[in-house]
């Protein structure tokens, strides 16, 4: 990156990005959220990674998340006190910096793609949209891993612009896709996409070898974490072993599909026991066996929730969360901006919408099990390019009634990414 313009601006757009995080940081109740600050007290304590809705010495293993960020909290907790109002503080601290790192990353890719005055109206819409600085307030793996798979996007994308993916980058990127699996999941299957990305227009042999590069890259990396979870539990699974969990709280009679706590074991006596006595996988099993009852009995059931969870990853439209009415309208705005961006790019002939695609398909896992809206931000954090595109349009057919002019350079990378 060699403008000066895109340097000193994605800088601001990242202190207003810490800014927001640090409004709801002071002036909205702080959560907590997430099971990995539990299991991160069992490793400090010495007990091992272990159950966290079982505070006791002897709680069993567990592989319900990803052991990446548990180990970062643990890590903190080991500074400055086990849960401390310090380590608190430094681990909220974090957060004002994903936030920050994630607004300067999606002004890098608009400012790419569009040109300034939309990356600049991205971040505005950025700003705007509550989704982003109110996850501040939870310590949870969703900011830091949102921020990683943005900046991931953004360093396949310089590779592609630059023609510089050497093999040595490819397998730092292999690393890099493998610490983010490690953090949070999903992702994994844009992964592909990513990789062809950096290494551009080449020969399929190249193109081969530096796909295998980076997926020995990305193996290396799990593969400790793969050993410990086989030799713990017996089974293959990928980093995490909570699907069955997810299925059946996320698809009980009753629900909408969404991301609910009733049956879960975090807060129902009678699950909390089952898990505790049972251990995670005679649990989770009893927990499949008992969605495919459920299934059985009424599918229509299941795929009705699945295409409510697809409506979700765009539309915070859960009648049980409040100010329902607003949170539809706002959300609709953007999405419809979003699609104007789009539509409005493609008619100028930018062939830029596989940000759009490789957003959602890094959220789309979910529509299986259960959706909320920390869930859906990668996707979010997308949507905020082209909505930004879509009124820098505006705001230039307003002034001057014409659409905006995208440089050619850009028009011909994203024709080649695309």
């Known amino acids: 990156m060699k403008d000066k313009t895109l340097h000193r601006e994605a800088f601001i757009a990242a202190v207003l990005g810490a800014l927001l995080a640090l409004f709801f940081l002071l002036f909205t109740p702080l959560e907590w959220l997430g099971e990995e600050p539990f299991i991160a007290s069992h490793i400090v304590l010495g007990h091992g990674y272990l159950n966290p809705y079982n505070p006791a010495a002897d709680a069993k293993p567990t592989a319900v998340s990803p052991p990446l960020y548990p180990y970062v909290v643990a890590g903190v907790y080991k500074l400055f006190g086990l849960e401390s109002h310090a380590s608190f503080g430094v681990l909220y601290a974090i957060n004002i910096l994903c936030v920050a790192l994630t607004a300067a990353g999606i002004y890098v890719l608009a400012y790419w793609f569009f040109g300034k005055a939309a990356a600049r109206w991205t971040v505005v819409l950025f700003l705007l949209y509550p989704g982003f600085g109110r996850n501040a307030a939870s310590l949870w793996d969703t900011l830091p891993s949102l921020a990683g798979f943005i900046w991931i996007i953004v360093w396949c994308k310089q590779m592609q612009r630059t023609h510089s993916a050497t093999a040595g980058r490819i397998f730092g990127l292999g690393v890099a896709l493998g610490l983010l699996a490690l953090a949070h999941l999903t992702p994994v299957l844009t992964y592909p996409f990513l990789i062809t990305m950096a290494v551009g227009k080449t020969t399929f ?41 997810e299925m059946y709280v996320g698809n009980q009679p009753g629900t909408y599909g969404s991301h609910v706590m009733r049956g879960h074991p975090a807060t129902d006596a009678v699950e909390w026991g089952r898990l505790n006595s049972e251990g995670e996988n005679r649990y989770f099993d009893e927990l499949w066996q008992r969605f495919l009852v459920e299934y059985r009995a009424d599918p229509g059931a299941y795929w009705k929730h699945t295409l409510n969870r697809f409506g979700f990853l765009y539309v915070d439209s859960l009648p049980e969360h409040r100010f329902r009415a607003v949170r539809i309208g706002i959300e609709s705005v953007f999405v419809l901006l979003a699609l104007a961006g789009v539509l409005t790019a493609w008619r100028l002939k930018c062939r830029c919408t596989w940000l759009f695609w490789l957003c959602l398909l890094a959220v789309l896992p979910y529509i299986l099990t259960e959706v909320q809206l920390a869930y859906t931000l990668p996707l979010r954090a997308g949507l905020m390019v082209y909505a930004g595109f879509a009124v820098a349009a505006l705001v230039s057919y307003l002034q001057k009634g014409k659409l905006p002019e995208i440089p050619n350079n850009l028009i011909a990378e994203n024709v080649v990414t695309s």
Do not use: C, E, H
Request: net charge positive; aromatic share 24%.
């Open 205 to 245: 042999g190249n193109w081969f070898k530096m796909s295998a590069i980076s997926f020995i890259a990305f193996v290396l990396v799990l593969m400790p974490w793969q050993i410990r979870d086989y030799k713990t539990f017996g089974r293959f699974f990928i980093v995490r072993d909570n699907f069955a969990m």
